[in-house]
């Protein structure tokens, strides 16, 4: 099994940049990629960015290109998000996941094992 924690969410005004870590543990030779989603609220969970953990390969949503940078440090078993030009509309929870399907994919069913989540808000 493959153990994640996120952190670095928060409170930020529109704008502005927040950093997301995602830690994992446990079996992390299974993984080959790692994606982070978001869901805010009445909406469906929603792919943001995904890495390879090799960190060869991302993949970014379009809403996010530009402003988003998904990167990976494989020593410290981390992957982090992070995003400038912070918009009200990226407000949600953010989620990392990883997946051991051999490609960087958007999909959502293809990731196995989940964190907990973090608060992202942006205001006007």
């Known amino acids: 099994q493959v153990q994640l924690v996120e952190s670095g969410g928060g409170l930020v005004q529109a704008g502005g940049s927040l950093r997301l870590s995602c830690v994992a543990s446990?079996?992390?030779?299974?993984?080959?990629?790692v994606g982070w989603f978001r869901q805010a609220p009445g909406k469906e969970r929603e792919f943001v960015a995904a890495?390879?953990?090799?960190?060869?390969?991302?993949k970014y949503a379009d809403s996010v290109k530009g402003r988003f940078t998904i990167s990976r440090d494989n020593a410290e078993n981390t992957v982090y998000l992070q995003m400038n030009s912070l918009k009200p509309e990226d407000t949600a929870v953010y989620y990392c996941?990883?997946?051991?399907?051999?490609?960087?994919?958007?999909?959502?069913?293809?990731?196995?094992?989940w964190g907990q989540g973090t608060q992202v808000t942006v205001s006007s």
């Open positions: 446990g079996h992390t030779f299974i993984v080959y990629a």
């Open positions: 996941a990883s997946s051991t399907f051999r490609r960087v994919t958007n999909a959502s069913a293809v990731y196995d094992y």
């Open positions: 890495i390879s953990w090799s960190g060869g390969t991302t």
